[in-house]
Each structure stands twice: as structure tokens, then as C-alpha cells.
């Protein structure tokens, strides 16, 4: 039996989940496995993309995603450089565009780039010629994180997606995460919860394809799975919360809540944690956590969309000389 060729890759960019089709998705997920079984070799590394470079532009704090898209480069042999807002001359007053046409004559083949204005990741899209992934613009989206979640979510459910119930539970309203992935598992037939304080929900969610509770008690009932938020502490300095204590009274997951839910149900979190106040710690520890599932891949996600972005091809073509990816 002959073989169907695999698909090409059609985007220059990765700016939004909502611009892949079903099979563009699996297509990349099935990719992040290849790369992630690489990354549980005794040597993780593979010449795939040596001699391109990828520019890790980050105008925004960050830890987490910066690191595992910086691995992810390395493990692929790509060149990878770091600019940070506080080391870049957008902390001297230079603009947005400024600085990537600067950027652009160091002729990088990948800008990641995160800022605090939605829209910027696209503004340097429409202006580059390299390619430019979305690491987090605003409170508009955070594509990578998503499919990081969706990834680790086919690990235990399988392609298994229509009819099951997701909750996230948390500051919705200033989540770019959240938003990403109602717009990426709905679109898979998931059917998506929301829990949080009225104050946390942003305006216009109603339209959003989304159930609305808040009581958590009632949000968790046969859930499959449970997503965590980070709240920003800073939320109840602006007075959005009354007490950080009601808070998680209210809303903070525990083994309780989790009995609560369908058989088997698993717990995200995209971290940093607070213990305590978005998710009890016997329960972040537990064998129902996926949270160091979704770091491990993190690293895998990243890989394949560094490789598709960078060869516009199939994973057939990842060699290693060793092995084939």
C-alpha cells in the first residue's frame, strides 16, 4: 500500500491557533511526538536546523516559555540569540518596527517574540521576511501554550476530543492562555467551562463558545479535565478581588473538587503556581497532575514549530544521521 505524502507547511508564521485547519494541527502535533521521543534519547540533540538562527525576542518577563523555546532551538541545533526589553533598545525609546527591521538585517530565520500589546507578534509578521511565532501579545493569545495543552490532553485522551469537558478556572479576563485554547479545543468539540469571579470574566464572554459558572463546586461536576490560571496578584490591588483568602475559598482546586469530577480527570496549569490560592499542593503533586507533562511538551510543541517553520516540510525529512526524527 502506497503511503499518503505528508503535508507541506503552509505558514510563515505562528501567530494564532485559529489560523490552522484540523489537519494542520494534527499534522503539528503528530511532529512534537517524533520530537519528543528524541527528547527521552540519552543524546537529545539532532543537526536538524544547523545553520539556522532564531532571535528569542522578549519584551516581557519571562521564564518558562523563553527557556523551553531556547532548548528546543538548541536541541534542534538551531543558533539561538536573546533580547530582552531591558537590554534592547526598546527600553532607550526605539519602536516596535525600528527595532525588527534592525533584527531583520541580522537576517534571522525565527523571531519568538512576546509583548504586552495584542497585535505585535502580527505587526512584525506583516513587516519581516523570517518567519515570526506568537510566545504571548497582550491578553490576545499565546498559541504555543495552547498547543502544549492540547498536546498533553491527546496524551491521556487519544484523538478522543468531541465530547469532552474542559474547566478553566481563574482570571479568565486577562488570560491570554485561556483564550487560546477555548478558541483551539472548541474547535476540536471539547466542550469548555469557565469558572472565576464575575470581575475576572471579560466583556463580551457570553459570545464566547463557553458554559459560564461561578461556583466552582458546580463548574467541576464530570469535568475530564481541570486548567488552572495563574492569578496575577496584582488584580486585587486594582480592585478586582475583595480578599486574596475569599479567593481561595472559592476558587482554589483541591482534592475535593477533583472527586467531583469525571473518572480519571486530569489537572493543567500553565505556572508559574500559587500554591495555595489557584490549586492546593496535594493536588499539583498528585499522579492526576499534567503540569510537568505540559513542560516536557513545551519543549516538544516548540521543536516541531521551529522545524515546520523553518523547512516548510514534513517530519520525514528531520534527520539526524543516526536516526530519523
Not at 489560523?19 to 511526538?33: G, I, N, Y
Not at 534592525?102 to 505585535?120: C, E, F, K, N, Y
Request: charged share 20%.
Amino acid at each position: 500500500m502506497q503511503h499518503a505524502q505528508r503535508p507541506t507547511w503552509p505558514h510563515k508564521d505562528l501567530l494564532d491557533v485559529t489560523q490552522l485547519t484540523r489537519a494542520e494541527l494534527f499534522h503539528l502535533l503528530d511532529t512534537a511526538a517524533q520530537f519528543h521521543d528524541i527528547n527521552r534519547r540519552p543524546v537529545k540533540k539532532v543537526p536538524t536546523l544547523k545553520g539556522k538562527s532564531v532571535v528569542l525576542f522578549f519584551a516581557e518577563p519571562s521564564t518558562r516559555t523563553k527557556t523551553s523555546f531556547d532548548v528546543a532551538g538548541k536541541r534542534l541545533s538551531a543558533d539561538t540569540f536573546s533580547l530582552a526589553k531591558s537590554g534592547s533598545s526598546l527600553s532607550k525609546g526605539e519602536s516596535l518596527k525600528d527595532t525588527a527591521l534592525t533584527l531583520q538585517a541580522m537576517t534571522p530565520d525565527i523571531i519568538v517574540i512576546r509583548h504586552s500589546s495584542s497585535g505585535a507578534a502580527q505587526f512584525l509578521a506583516e513587516r519581516l521576511d523570517c518567519s515570526v511565532v506568537n510566545a504571548g501579545d497582550g491578553w490576545h493569545a499565546h498559541p504555543t501554550q495552547a498547543l502544549l495543552d492540547c498536546y498533553s490532553l491527546r496524551q491521556v485522551w487519544g484523538d478522543t476530543f468531541e465530547g469532552r469537558t474542559l474547566l478553566i478556572l481563574g482570571d479568565i479576563a486577562h488570560s491570554r492562555v485561556a483564550r487560546s485554547n477555548v478558541h483551539l479545543l472548541s474547535s476540536l468539540g471539547v466542550k469548555v467551562r469557565l469558572c472565576a469571579p464575575r470581575t475576572l470574566l471579560p466583556a463580551g464572554v457570553h459570545n464566547w463558545p463557553v458554559t459560564i459558572f461561578n461556583r466552582l463546586d458546580d463548574a467541576v461536576q464530570d469535568a475530564d479535565a481541570v486548567m488552572c490560571l495563574r492569578l496575577q496578584l496584582e488584580r486585587q490591588q486594582a480592585g478586582l478581588l475583595p480578599d486574596l483568602r475569599e479567593y481561595a475559598q472559592r476558587f482554589c482546586l483541591s482534592p475535593r473538587h477533583l472527586a467531583m469530577a469525571a473518572p480519571g480527570a486530569r489537572v493543567l496549569h500553565p505556572g508559574p503556581m500559587n500554591r495555595g490560592l489557584e490549586i492546593s499542593s496535594v493536588l499539583a503533586d498528585s499522579p492526576e497532575s499534567l503540569i510537568l507533562d505540559q513542560v516536557a511538551a513545551g519543549v516538544a510543541t516548540r521543536m516541531a514549530i521551529l522545524f515546520l517553520l523553518a523547512t516548510r516540510t514534513g517530519i520525514e525529512q528531520t534527520a539526524d544521521n543516526g536516526g530519523r526524527a
